[in-house]
């Protein structure tokens, strides 16, 4: 499996991109995009320190088109169609899009931001799951990469 370059330009997160701010989705670069192989891109946003085990999913979107730059503030909407092409499902909060960051007051968590190439656009609905997602991607994931950001309150 080859490597995806996946970069936020901070390792703290600031408050514009969690529940304390806008609640915007932060730009995401992307690099070592292999388009011989790669079709389409997909993200999994989580917090793996958050409580019940698993992970707290964020955001998920795949059939993103190859792009080097997931630009911020992605709308919150089941199909995108600008400035990119995507299709979202639903984050743990029950709802389509990113969700940013809201951890308990007191507490700092980890976001991971995982991007995966796949090989092939998936015959998956808008509003699915993490786990629909993940079942989806299987055998179809060709690219990864991932980095993480934190965030306090």
Not at 82 to 100: C, D, E, H, T
Not at 102 to 112: A, L, V
Request: hydrophobic share 35%; net charge negative.
């Amino acid at each position: 499996m080859e490597e995806l370059k996946v970069k936020i330009s901070v390792k703290i997160l600031p408050s514009d991109y969690t529940c304390d701010g806008e609640d915007r989705s932060p730009e995401i670069t992307v690099g070592g995009v292999n388009t011989g192989i790669a079709k389409c891109l997909a993200i999994i946003v989580n917090d793996p320190d958050a409580g019940g085990g698993g992970g707290f999913i964020h955001w998920i979107a795949w059939n993103i088109e190859l792009v080097r730059l997931i630009p911020e503030n992605i709308q919150k909407t089941p199909t995108v169609t600008f400035p990119l092409r995507a299709v979202q499902g639903k984050n743990s909060f029950g709802k389509i899009g990113y969700n940013g960051p809201c951890p308990p007051h007191g507490q700092t968590h980890r976001y991971f931001f995982k991007l995966y190439g796949l090989d092939t656009e998936l015959a998956l609905p808008a509003g699915a799951t993490k786990d629909e997602l993940a079942a989806a991607m299987q055998g179809h994931v060709v690219q990864y990469g991932e980095t993480y950001v934190t965030y306090g309150r």
